[in-house]
Every structure is written in C-alpha cells, then in structure tokens.
C-alpha cells in the first residue's frame, strides 16, 4: 500500500488529553446512545403486555398457555419484521454513509443521523399499527448507519495515538448506556396498561436530542476538515484539540501527516470500493473489512443484547423480572468497558480479543448445558427449568457480557476506526457497516426461529464460531496499540503475513499511475 512508511513520530503520537478532546469525544461517543438505546427498548417490548395486548395479541396468548414450548413462545413472522426492519434500513444507510460522511465531514454525518432518530421515534411513538412502527424503525436504521460509522471515525481522528482505545471505547460505553437507559425505562413501563410501549418509545427523544444538540457544538475533526481543502480550520481544530502546551512543531508534524494522507486520497477520489476489492495491496484491508464485523457478530451478541428479556423470560422469569435481569446485565457490561478503556492502550487490542473470546466460548458451552439438561430438546414449558439454574442462567449471561464488553464489544470500534488508511476509510468501514447490518438482520430474522429448531444447539453454534473467531485473530491481526493513525502502513509491513502485499515506499512511485488510473466506483 502507498505511504507504507512511518510518519514522523510527532505525527499523531503525543498530545495531551485537552479539554476539548474530552468534550469532543464524549459528544461523539454519545452517539452509540442510539443504537444502545434502540436494541433494549426493543427487547423489552416484545415481552412487554401492552404492546403485545396493541399489535401481537396471539403471542400473548402463547405467553398465558403453561404447555407452550419455552423455546417457541416469540416464533411470529410480524415480530421478526418489526425487529429486522432497522437493521435492514441500516444495511442501506451504509452503502451512503461512506460518501456522506466523507463530503459533508463527520460532525455533520452525526448531526443527520441525530434527527433521522428524532424523527423515527416520533413515528413509532404515535404508532397505530404495525406499518407505523416498520416506517419508524427504519428511519431509525438509517440514523444508526450514519452515526455508527461517523463517530467512531471521529474519535479515532481527534484522540492522540497513545490514548485512542480508550477514547474509541466511549463510543460502546454509551451504547451499553443507551441499553441501561432503556431497560430502567421499560422496567418503569412494563406495568402500565395500554400505554407503556409508547412511553418506552417516546424517551427515545433523549437520546436525539443529545447527539443533535452535541452535534452541533464540536467541531469537525482536522483529517475531514483537510479532506475537505479547509486547511486553516485544520489547524485551529488540531491546535484546540493538542492544547495550548502542545509544541507548533508537533502541531506541523502531525497537520504535514494528516495532508500527506488526504494528497495520496486525492489521486485516487473515485474507485475507492474497487481498490479495496481488486488492487493486491489493499488485500490485508479488504480481509479486516470483512472478518470483523462478521467475528463481531457471530459472538452470539444478538442473543444477549435485544434478546436478553426473552431469554431469561424463556427460563422462567416474570417480565418484570425478565427485565430487571437486563438491567443487571447493563451494569456488568458498563464495568466491563470501563476495564476495557484502561487496559486497551496497555495490553493492546488482540491480547483482549483472544482472552474474552475464551470466557466467551465457555459461557455459551454451559449456557448449552444447562438449557439442554433442564429443558431438553422439546422444551418443556415456561417455568420448567429450577431456580437455581434459572440463576445460573443469569450468571453465565453477565460472565458472557463481560467477556464481552472488555474485548469484542469496544475493540470492534476501536479496530475498524484506525487500521485503515484515509484512501480507502470510508469505503472499508461502510463495506464493514453494511456486512454487519446484513449479518444482524439474518439473525434478527432467525434467531428466534433457530431458538425454537436448533433449542439449546443456538448456543453452540455462536461458541463454535468464537473458537474459530480466537485463531483468526491470533493469525492475522496486527497489533495497532500506539501507532498513529496515518502511520498504520508500518503495522502491514511488519505483519509475518499481509507484509507480502505491503507495497515499500520506495516503490510507491512506480504504481502510482496505475492507480490513478482506477476508475469510479
């Protein structure tokens, strides 16, 4: 790849944790407040009697009947739809978000984002039938998609390198807040007839509002604002982000850094999705596009994160109840990320991975145990399963959220945010964004129909998948820990792998016709 070679070490690699970088990343990172906040209210609704009583009186039926099938009590094709219509939505907004968030720069992608979800939820609030509530859930797809992709990225651009973990974490610290946030809302609606499912609902309108009024106060971050030929508002932003303390020659080192990055992305301002897809040196990119978004969600996250209330409802617990438990799971995973945020610069990304993928492989195995010894292949009925394994249920889930929350929940942000150059960024993480919206809307569309065939085999499924998960990255994912974010060529070409696709510096020059011979997308 181009631009191989390291950057000066100023180039990113200092700076102090200013002011305006706190305020700036912890308005980004408010961000994943939407998409957390969305997965849990849903979760909750779909055990939640008013809203069953409004729109799927016939799975309320199934929930009052002792002899139904544990595994089979949410099996409802127009309840997987009101599920899967956002993550649907979102695998769209990611085929546009790549562009959008490149040409209107990252503060203005959040601050679309923000009122796409304002307006979602006022749909789904008024909601009368069931069409009302697909319409809001996608627009609410499509304010995921734009935020998802826009403030991770810029996180990873304003944060200086040796602490950019722990600030790309914030990002899924508030998702896991936004999840909280909802589950406390619905516990507190769950008993309140006719009506609950829309107060549920409705305080979506906090978190909107967060971002929008957010949104609009940050600045742009300096890499979008050169993109963008505002060279002089580059550097306000980046001598406002490194602090007053922070040395003009630091600050020229890293500007010099960032616009030789956006020069080499000018040579090449169309074909970024063929580059990635055909030129050889992209390849390491195109592999890491790819598998992480797929690792990330075949961790079984979909059954522990919008299924958590019907999961524990599944083994007997009252809905209150049910709910409480995710409330509990919240909690555990919030402290999960907190150690995450102060281990990921120490220990480094694949340490973290491989080591909570392990826990990860052994709670879902004994979560499989448990539901197959005390529910069997048939099932039984809602509340067949003992107490104390009931308990154990809930343990494993917190030991899996965990897990989790301090490796493959953050580290999928922290990863995709910084590995890829700025030529083929936005390309690289929309082709993630749109994977990963495809891979959650097949699970949200299966996953209950695979609780009810597969029982207590979903679960061995998802651990299968961590184990093959553990040695891929132990393979082929370079350590990025400390390393400027325009410095990444260093990291492939010291890999024991992708370093045989590395293009040298030195011979960066005689490719460079070629490439700018590529075409448009």
Not at 287 to 302: E, R, Y
Request: charged share 15%; with cysteine; glycine share 10%.
């Amino acid at each position: 790849m181009t631009g191989g070679g390291a950057l000066p070490a100023a180039a990113g690699g200092g700076g102090a944790i200013t002011f305006t970088v706190v305020v700036s990343c912890l308005t980004a990172a408010s961000g994943g407040l939407l998409l957390g906040y969305d997965i849990s209210v849903t979760g909750g609704l779909m055990q939640m009697e008013s809203f069953l009583q409004a729109f799927f009186p016939e799975i309320l039926r199934k929930t009052k009947n002792t002899q139904q099938d544990a595994y089979c009590i949410f099996r409802n094709q127009k309840l997987t739809m009101f599920v899967s219509s956002l993550y649907l939505a979102g695998i769209l907004s990611f085929f546009v978000s790549g562009h959008l968030t490149r040409t209107v720069g990252r503060r203005n992608s959040m601050l679309i984002g923000g009122f796409l979800f304002l307006a979602g939820v006022v749909l789904n609030f008024t909601a009368v039938n069931i069409s009302m509530l697909v319409i809001g859930r996608i627009l609410l797809g499509f304010a995921v998609g734009f935020t998802s992709l826009s403030a991770p990225v810029y996180l990873a651009e304003i944060a200086p390198a040796r602490w950019r973990g722990a600030f790309t974490t914030c990002f899924h610290f508030f998702f896991i807040a936004g999840m909280f946030m909802a589950d406390m809302v619905n516990y507190g609606t769950n008993n309140i007839p006719r009506w609950g499912w829309r107060l549920s609902l409705g305080v979506g309108l906090v978190p909107a509002a967060v971002i929008i009024a957010g949104a609009a106060l940050i600045p742009d971050t300096p890499n979008s604002l050169v993109l963008r030929g505002r060279l002089d508002e580059a550097r306000t932003s980046l001598r406002r982000l490194r602090g007053a303390a922070a040395a003009a020659d630091d600050i020229d080192a890293e500007l010099e850094g960032i616009a030789a990055a956006v020069e080499r992305d000018r040579r090449h301002e169309s074909g970024a999705f063929r580059r990635l897809f055909f030129r050889r040196e992209y390849r390491p990119h195109l592999a890491i596009a790819v598998a992480t978004p797929v690792f990330f969600d075949l961790t079984g996250v979909i059954v522990v994160s919008i299924f958590t209330p019907l999961l524990f409802y599944t083994v007997g617990f009252t809905n209150q109840k049910a709910i409480l438990g995710s409330i509990l799971t919240d909690v555990v995973s919030l402290a999960s990320i907190a150690v995450a945020g102060l281990a990921v610069d120490r220990v480094g990304r694949r340490r973290l991975l491989m080591v909570g993928g392990a826990v990860l492989v052994l709670s879902l195995a004994a979560m499989a145990w448990i539901f197959g010894a005390q529910l069997g292949a048939h099932g039984g009925g809602k509340g067949d399963m003992p107490r104390g394994y009931a308990a154990a249920v809930v343990a494993l889930v917190c030991v899996y959220t965990a897990a989790f929350g301090a490796s493959w929940g953050p580290l999928k942000w922290v990863v995709t945010s910084e590995i890829f150059p700025l030529e083929v960024r936005p390309a690289a993480l929309g082709l993630g964004g749109a994977i990963s919206g495809v891979l959650v809307f097949v699970q949200s569309e299966s996953f209950l129909e695979m609780l009810c065939s597969f029982k207590y085999g979903a679960f061995l499924f998802y651990a299968g998948c961590v184990v093959v998960m553990v040695a891929c990255v132990a393979a082929f994912l370079p350590e990025t820990r400390g390393v400027p974010i325009e410095s990444m060529g260093a990291v492939w070409e010291k890999h024991w792998y992708w370093k045989r696709f590395v293009i040298k510096p030195s011979l960066a020059p005689a490719t460079e016709s070629a490439k700018q011979a590529d075409g448009p997308v």
